[in-house]
């Protein structure tokens, strides 16, 4: 079994409304309670807003921070979940569900390494 991220993507700005947002939690909720009942889910979290963001780069051995996000852009890793999967079909396919419920782009990859 291989373990995969699924990043949701989503755009810059204010959440939707609370009448709009609620429903597509509680489809994500009841998502990841399909998952978890499978055994494929293994964790979700969900990051603040990129203007939380310090990006930390090397300059000669000392640490350069720089606020805000690695990259400017319209849309920015808003939160993922990571997955049991036994092949990239069956992580697309959780994947597809998450983008119909949300209506965001769900990027998949597989994990290399966890230690």
Known sequence: MRQYLLAM???VGDPPPPEALEPIMKELADLSDE????GAWLYTTALHPTATA???????????????????GREHLG??????APDLDAALTWA???ARITGLPI?????????
């Open 35 to 38: 998952m978890k009942a499978t």
């Open 54 to 72: 310090t990006v930390v780069r090397d300059n000669n051995g000392e640490p350069l921070l720089t606020d805000g996000p690695y990259a400017e």
């Open 9 to 11: 993507y989503q755009p």
């Open 96 to 98: 597809a569900r998450m």
């Open 79 to 84: 939160g993922f979940t990571a997955i049991n």
């Open 107 to 115: 990027e998949v990859r597989p994990i290399a390494f966890t230690g």
